[in-house]
Every structure is written in C-alpha cells, then in structure tokens.
C-alpha cells in the first residue's frame, strides 16, 4: 500500500501527543509534561493561524507526523514554512514516510505561494541532516539563540 498523507484532525491529538513525547525523548532526551503537550497540540487545532499537522499513513496505520508553522518575512513579503514536530514511527522508519511527508508540504507550500521551507535539527543528528540535504535543503548562515521562559526536565 502507498503512503497516503493527510492533514490531521482533532482526533489525532493522542497520536500527535504520543509521536512528540518519542521524538523529545529519542533526540534531545526530554521527557515532556503529558499535560502541556496535550494542550499544546490542542491549541494548533483551536487556532490555524498556528499551523497544521499532517499524518502519514502507511498500510493504513498512522507512519508519522508533523507540525508546519509559519514565519512572516518582510524581506520576501511573504512565509516561511517551518518543519516541527517531525516523528516517524520507529517500525516505519527507512520506508519512505519523511520522503512523503516532505513532497506534500513542499507542494502545499509553492501551492500557498511560501518563500521557502525551514527546519532545525539537533547538531549531532547527522541522520536526519543528511535526509534533509537529500531533499534538496542546504544549510543556514544563521546560528540560532535562545532565551526561554519554559524549562524542560
């Protein structure tokens, strides 16, 4: 069976939920509050202007995810679509999911009429950088800072 993509919906939130504590905890080694990431995950669906998440479907069950948000240049006059929140199922891993998930957005995105796809990845994740460059991505001049407000455990 192909992979199918589809925008998720409010009835994939525990899905979503589930894919993103994974992902926290296989790459950065964050175990995130259930709780928060629940409304967090909500919150997208209570407010488009957030974004949207799309599922992958392989053989019929949920493959992977991901979260697209947006970013206003007004230097292109235009958005920035940002990969968040990617996760791929470790059963599905190597079966073609972010290849998938990566053509429906870029389509969706020059559909929009976006300035371009952004993502960021762990410096040590080599994996997922050489998956992202395979893709035709390349590699910002920017370093990106922080200053947050929320702590992970």
């Known amino acids: 069976m192909p992979i199918v ?3 998720a919906e409010v009835a994939d939130v525990a899905f979503l939920v589930e894919c993103n504590a994974a992902m926290a905890l296989e790459t950065e ?3 995130l509050d259930r709780d928060v990431l629940t409304r967090g995950t ?3 669906f209570d407010d488009p202007r957030r974004g949207f998440y799309l599922i992958a479907e392989l053989d ?3 493959a992977g995810c991901l979260l697209i948000t947006f970013e206003w240049s007004d230097w292109r006059n235009g958005d920035w679509w940002w990969f968040q929140s990617v996760y791929v199922t470790k059963t ?3 079966a073609g999911v972010f290849r998938a998930l990566y053509a429906d957005v870029e389509h969706r995105a020059r559909a929009a009429g976006a300035v371009g796809l ?3 990845v762990e410096r040590d994740n080599e994996r ?3 998956t992202y460059v395979s893709l035709g991505m390349e590699e910002e001049a ?3 800072l922080r200053r947050g407000f929320i702590h992970f455990v």
């Open 128 to 130: 997922a950088q050489q």
């Open 92 to 94: 599905a891993r190597r």
């Open 118 to 120: 952004r993502l960021y």
């Open 42 to 44: 909500q919150a997208v």
């Open 142 to 144: 920017y370093k990106m």
């Open 29 to 31: 080694h964050k175990t």
């Open 5 to 7: 993509i589809r925008t």
């Open 60 to 62: 019929g069950d949920p």
